[in-house]
């Protein structure tokens, strides 16, 4: 059984930074390609980053610059380093796995494991 976990929210003054780490066990990390989607309150879930197999990175177009994502095999985690936050990056951010594809889709539905998601919330 796949599990998704993320880690590392809280709250932070704008122009600060966090970073987010999502741990996938219970199945061949190496096989998945990792995303991180956010949904503010009101709003859909949008994409942030992925990261593939192959440790291709793709990025939202207001995260690019800002936000880093990278991943470690050996710890099956996922690590999200966010700089330069804004009061619109506040939402729960959320990690998800793709074992089937693995190329780190910006697409929701490619992802077959979610995490619970963690909030961060960027004070003005």
């Known amino acids: 059984q796949v599990h998704v976990v993320e880690s590392g929210g809280g709250l932070v003054q704008s122009g600060g930074s966090l970073r987010l780490s999502c741990v996938v066990s219970g199945s061949t990390f190496n096989n998945a390609g990792v995303g991180w989607f956010r949904q503010a309150p009101g709003k859909e879930r949008e994409f942030v980053a992925a990261i593939a197999t192959s440790y291709a990175q793709y990025y939202g177009n207001s995260m690019r610059g800002r936000f880093t994502i990278s991943r470690d095999n050996a710890k099956s985690t996922v690590t999200l380093q966010m700089d330069s936050l804004k009061p619109e990056d506040t939402a729960v951010y959320y990690c998800?796995?793709?074992?089937?594809?693995?190329?780190?889709?910006?697409?929701?539905?490619?992802?077959?494991?979610w995490g619970q998601g963690t909030q961060v919330t960027v004070s003005s």
């Open positions: 998800a796995a793709d074992f089937k594809k693995g190329f780190g889709s910006v697409y929701e539905w490619n992802y077959e494991y």
